[in-house]
């Protein structure tokens, strides 16, 4: 795998005379889970359409897995599995017909891939409705669908845009779990936005907080926190305590 698996460099996103994304730079080493953090409207979704050739920047380069997303989009696809934000389902397709269905997209059928789609249903415990209509399913069960067709692909990097929404605690823990595995056991580098900063520090060896389309303070939860301290002292304002990234993140957020 590539050293830097993702590498964007100087990017912009302009929507009419708005500015979704204002020349921003970012390297996520592999085998690392980093996260991207800011207020609604920062940039974040516009950030990973643009990764995930979903949006085609205005200006910059964005390479994954080394392969240039806008000039090579076929390649670079291959590299990556994407949840976003709002995905779709077949609702018609059972559970099973889904995995079946992404799996032939991704001409994943060889000899084993029912067996293959039958563990990932189980790991996400969703087994027992593997035979329903995909329409029946709650909003946890339909995540936890996507999350199993993700994993089905045992992708290089995996790109996810609020990954935990509408998961219950045990799913949310069973979720972060798998994502250390992946992480540690096999090197996969996993790239999310989240507003759930209490997940974001449990899950990302690094973090960049993005305002108003620019990257505003990057790198890991202690990092994070001698970056606020610094800006405290700059402003002539009183230290954050720094025990918990939603302070950290508050007070930079607030004072940059």
């Not at 995930?52 to 390479?63: F, M, Y």
């Not at 060889?110 to 249903?121: A, H, R, T, V």
């Not at 929404?165 to 949310?172: F, H, M, N, R, Y």
């Amino acid at each position: 795998m590539n050293d830097k698996a993702l590498k964007i460099e100087n990017i912009k996103k302009c929507f009419g005379d708005t500015v979704a994304v204002d020349r921003i730079n970012l390297e996520v080493g592999g085998g690392n889970i980093f996260g991207i953090l800011g207020p609604n409207g920062a940039g974040k979704t516009t950030t990973i359409k643009m990764m995930t050739g979903l949006l085609k920047p205005d200006c910059g380069r964005i390479l994954v897995g080394g392969e240039n997303i806008v000039e090579n989009p076929r390649e670079a696809k291959r590299k990556f599995a994407l949840l976003p934000d709002v995905p779709y389902l077949y609702k018609k397709l059972t559970g099973w017909e889904f995995m079946k269905f992404i799996a032939g997209i991704y001409d994943l059928n060889n000899e084993g891939i029912d067996k293959e789609i039958d563990k990932q249903l189980k790991i996400f415990s969703i087994d027992n409705v593997a035979c329903d209509l995909v329409e029946s399913y709650s909003h946890g069960f339909r995540q936890r669908l996507l999350l199993a067709s993700v994993m089905l692909r045992d992708p290089e990097i995996i790109i996810l845009d609020e990954p935990m929404v509408g998961l219950d605690p045990e799913a949310a823990r069973m979720v972060k779990d798998i994502f250390f595995e992946l992480k540690d056991k096999k090197n996969r580098t996993i790239f999310l936005s989240t507003h759930t900063l209490t997940d974001a520090h449990e899950l990302c060896d690094r973090i960049a907080i993005i305002n108003k389309g620019k990257i505003i303070a990057e790198g890991s939860f202690e990092e994070l926190k001698k970056i606020a301290d610094k800006i405290s002292a700059q402003a002539g304002l009183p230290s954050t305590s720094g025990d918990t990234l939603e302070e950290v993140y508050l007070h930079i957020t607030r004072n940059t």
